[in-house]
């Protein structure tokens, strides 16, 4: 169970590559990274957002595939070619009208950790940086692209009764 009082919690932010899709990217012939996606974070993905929560993806990644796997996923605020992730963050906190301990942001690696200290729950998937893992309220048992979102949504609705909802739960 993550250590946090999860009731309080309104948004979730998440980097993609070590978190959304695995450490080991494919490389194509054109130089081209080949993200995978995990199933049930995008189940979860979708889920929260049609509870109201609010979702950004902030990554240095800049492809365009990124971008559709998470428009089709209906979350809104996509933040691509982040070099320097902090002040993203921040605008799109007071932008929201959020808290920092209302907002959960899931990172692996040294570019993340000014945002994981940012906000009141910080998520590092078990294959996450040493530094990471130590900024980290919370570190996952699950590898980065295997679940980490799921995880911490679906621990976050089962805290506000909203898991398995017969009205949101079983469609896309």
Sequence with gaps: MIPYDLTKIKAFVFDVDGV??????????????????NVKDGYALQLAVKHGYKIAIITGA???????????????????????????????????????????YCGDDVPDLPCMKAVGLSIAPADASVDAKNVATYVSPTPGGHGVARELIEQTLRANGQWLHVDTAYGW
Excluded: H
């Design 20 to 37: 959304l899709s695995p450490n080991m990217v494919p490389i194509d012939q054109d130089g081209c990274p080949a993200r995978m996606a």
């Design 62 to 104: 800049d492809t365009e595939t990124v971008l559709l796997r998470y428009k089709l996923l209906r979350i809104k605020d996509i933040f691509l070619k982040a070099g320097e992730k902090l002040p993203i963050l921040e605008k799109w906190i007071a932008k929201n009208g959020l808290k920092p301990e209302e907002v959960a």
